[in-house]
């Protein structure tokens, strides 16, 4: 979960809002070199995901040119798959009751035997979620609560609680993404800064999003699990993807290329880390992308376990406002 308190939520605005007056950090533009640029298909969106037709406007990006850019506001609603659960409630339950968190680039069900087993996982005896004698475990349940467990001071009453925030609790919340039309090559890579950098959108409209701040999360001995499609709720982006892990809409390639899975903020597309033979291409520049003649240039997102999608961007991203 990103953004823990009021001051960071005010930060966090003021970057977007930077973000959207400088789209982003400067970057000399280049013209590119690859014989194939593929624009964005506006058609591969979710329709039910939109909160409005997708236009295209004219935006300045970060090295003042001005181009032509997709607006895509969303509605924050997946309709491909649904969102949750999290936390288990009980060190008993299933993996069907919980989602996932990351350590150490792996991936691990949060099922209740999990939870149960922290002081041995992350080797001090102070994690301790749950009840010894119910065996119930402790899990934010009220807007207030999930705010509380998730800012980086954490309230002392929800040290040792599994934090989940539901969608129910942030109504309404909108995200608007400018993608340039036709993506263009920096003469630079744009590092991922954090928080207010945005990486993409999955076809369903969610976003992806930067890295979690798990240190700052395991260090208040909380956890804050993603669901099994890689999403968790916060109150400053509401549900966001911290991992790709197949659960929303692909368009699989006919050449057996791994699927494709949304764009990122500079309009190159983004993939499946693997193709349909189960292999990962092993040409990937230090972004994480690669070109081929049919799909231009283009990333594959890294292992689910590694709390990324792509290490930065390659062309000069757009711009993303969330409304509350
Ligand atoms: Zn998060
Ligand atoms: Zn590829």
């Known amino acids: 979960m990103n953004n823990r308190i009021k001051k960071q939520t005010i930060l966090s605005f003021l970057i977007i809002a930077t973000v959207l007056s400088s789209c982003s950090k400067s970057n000399n533009v280049s013209s590119t070199t690859d014989a194939v640029v593929i624009e964005v298909n506006p058609a591969y969106f979710l329709q039910t995901g939109l909160a409005e037709s997708i236009t295209k406007v004219s935006k300045t990006l970060s090295n003042g040119s001005t181009v032509e850019c997709y607006k895509i506001v969303s509605n924050n609603t997946p309709t491909d798959h649904v969102q949750g659960p999290w936390c288990p409630t009980n060190i008993n339950d299933g993996i069907d009751k919980g989602g996932v968190w990351f350590e150490g680039g792996k991936l691990y069900d949060v099922d209740g035997p999990f939870i149960k087993n922290l002081a041995t996982f992350y080797a001090n005896t102070t994690w301790k979620l749950y009840n010894s004698a119910t065996g119930e475990i402790n899990v934010t349940s009220t807007k207030e609560a999930c705010q509380a467990a998730a800012r980086p001071d954490v309230d002392p009453l929800y040290k040792n609680y599994c934090v989940e925030c539901l969608p129910s609790y942030f109504p309404g919340i909108k995200k608007t993404y400018y993608i340039p039309v036709k993506p263009i090559k920096g003469t630079t890579t744009t590092a991922i800064m954090g928080m207010g950098t945005i990486i ?16 700052a999360i395991l260090g208040a001995y909380t956890l804050a699990p993603m669901d099994d499609a890689g999403g968790h709720v916060n109150g400053v982006a509401g549900y966001h993807y911290h991992a790709a892990t197949g659960k929303s809409t692909k368009v699989a390639q006919a050449d057996g290329h791994a ?17 349909e033979a189960g292999k990962e291409s092993t040409d990937l520049d230090a972004s994480r992308g690669h070109y081929d003649s049919t799909r231009g240039y283009h990333y594959h997102v890294a292992y689910a376990g590694t709390n990324s999608f792509i290490n930065s961007f390659r062309g000069i991203p757009g711009s993303f406002s969330v409304t509350l």
Not at 200 to 215: L, M, R, V
């Open 259 to 275: 699927g494709m899975i949304g764009y990122a903020m500079d309009g190159y597309g983004i993939f499946e880390r693997l193709d």
């Open 200 to 215: 993409g959108i999955a076809f369903n409209g969610i976003n992806f999003d930067p890295p979690a701040p798990t240190h």
